[in-house]
């Protein structure tokens, strides 16, 4: 799941989409995930997790961008976000109370 916000967040700065990708940075920070950005690639270390729901704000931050980009009418960011969220076996769905996500059984 991280390394799908990473190929996201190359995505929106390739897009030239930083607010969406500084957003991205700063939601992985929050959730105990330093980024740094090299030559070669971005790298990604866990500096400190806060609490036992990692996967829970790693997801609650990938519908928070694909929210951004829908209220932007970038559609193709969003369908990209469900697309690496799917290959990772997650499946996101939009309800009229916001959008959930499941894991495969």
């Given at each position: 799941?991280?390394?799908?916000h990473l190929?996201?967040?190359?995505?929106?700065?390739?897009?030239?989409?930083?607010?969406?990708?500084?957003?991205?940075?700063?939601?992985?920070?929050?959730?105990?995930?330093?980024?740094?950005?090299?030559?070669?690639?971005?790298?990604?270390?866990?500096?400190?997790?806060?609490?036992?729901?990692?996967?829970?704000?790693?997801?609650?931050?990938?519908?928070?961008?694909?929210?951004?980009?829908?209220?932007?009418?970038?559609?193709?960011?969003?369908?990209?976000?469900?697309?690496?969220?799917?290959?990772?076996g997650i499946?996101?769905?939009?309800?009229?109370?916001?959008?959930?996500?499941?894991?495969?059984?």
């Amino acid at each position: 799941v991280i390394d799908a916000h990473l190929r996201v967040r190359a995505r929106c700065r390739a897009d030239k989409l930083f607010a969406l990708s500084d957003q991205i940075r700063d939601g992985l920070k929050s959730a105990g995930i330093a980024l740094e950005d090299k030559p070669e690639g971005t790298r990604w270390e866990i500096t400190g997790i806060t609490g036992t729901d990692l996967l829970d704000q790693l997801m609650a931050l990938h519908i928070a961008v694909r929210k951004s980009a829908r209220a932007t009418q970038n559609y193709a960011l969003a369908d990209a976000i469900r697309d690496e969220l799917a290959q990772t076996g997650i499946t996101l769905e939009d309800k009229s109370g916001g959008t959930t996500w499941s894991t495969a059984p």
